[in-house]
């Protein structure tokens, strides 16, 4: 299995200094977020002659925002990314379904397929895939099996679409990241490398509803708010036992790319933070591998 980082974690910068970092560390690919410089001819360049080559772009955000200038921001620039996906010979889009929490999930589902319907044709006949980014944070109702399972079923006529697995939103949601990977192999795409720990005795203290959260400011300039008896950490470094995750897809054949997410607070604040986490995980997927 080939091993690459998503970009996210360098925040703005070229596609160039991020094949550099991949390239020296010792990656093979990269999964290209929005704060690298969408430079097409640079990707072309890429894709053509560096040993590092670009996995997939990522753009996930709520496509069903009750805000119509916010919800047509998000859809002019995902049907953007996919011309450029085709364009540059990108074969694939990690995304977020969108969420109106106004809706039942079977309307959800029904709207969200009117969005997608028309994309989803366009990336079938250029043989790109889309692959569900399932965090609860970037706009998304289908956030664990129960919601896959309906959501793939309704969308079981384009078999360009599936899942980017991630474990590390499963832990804090107590949902099983290794059961479900037997029973929606054929719809994982690529596996996204970021494991999470939960501070027990900070849930017995705030538990789950609290009102109150931490307001974050990522590095590729998103807020997230988080609650504050969980957080993001390396593969190793959190609750996710990485050598079972990984005999998980061993045992389903899984032949898809590793891409490791940095969003380690610990590892993040400076260049040479992010470079020393991003060497940290891969040396430990590796290891465990």
């Known amino acids: 299995m080939d091993i690459g980082f998503v970009t ?3 925040g703005e910068t070229t596609i160039y200094d991020a094949v550099k970092v991949a390239v020296d560390l010792g990656f093979d690919c990269l999964e290209v977020g929005p704060s690298v410089g969408r430079d097409r001819e640079a990707f072309v360049v890429i894709q053509k002659n560096e040993r590092i080559y670009i996995h997939s772009f990522i753009y996930g955000r709520n496509f069903l925002s009750h805000l119509s200038k916010e919800r047509q921001v998000f859809r002019n620039e995902i049907y953007r990314l996919l011309d450029l996906a085709i364009d540059v010979g990108v074969r694939q889009i990690t995304t977020s ?5 106004d809706l039942s999930l079977d309307d959800n589902i029904k709207v969200a397929i009117e969005f997608w319907e028309p994309l989803f044709e366009q990336a079938l006949d250029a043989g790109v895939r889309l692959a569900l980014e399932f965090c609860p944070a970037a706009g998304n109702f289908a956030l664990g099996p129960y919601a896959w399972e309906r959501l793939l079923a309704a969308t079981e006529r384009w078999p360009n679409f599936g899942l980017n697995y991630d474990p ?3 832990l804090w949601q107590f949902i099983d990241p290794y059961t479900p990977i037997a029973e929606f192999s054929k719809y ?13 005795d900070r849930l017995a203290k705030h538990g789950i509803l609290t009102p109150y959260a931490l307001i974050e400011e990522t590095a590729h300039g998103t807020q997230e708010l988080r609650p504050l008896w969980w957080d993001y950490r390396l593969p190793g470094e959190g609750d996710l036992d990485l050598a079972r995750f990984l005999n998980s897809l061993n045992m389903i054949g899984y032949k898809g790319v590793l891409l490791l997410e940095n969003e380690d607070k610990g590892y993040v604040g400076s260049t040479e933070l992010v470079v020393k986490g991003l060497q940290v995980g891969l040396d430990t997927i590796r290891s465990a591998l």
């Open 8 to 10: 996210n974690c360098l």
């Open 188 to 200: 994982i795409f690529s596996v996204h490398i970021k494991d999470t720990i939960v501070w027990h």
């Open 97 to 101: 379904t969108g969420v109106d929490p």
């Open 168 to 170: 590390s939103h499963l």
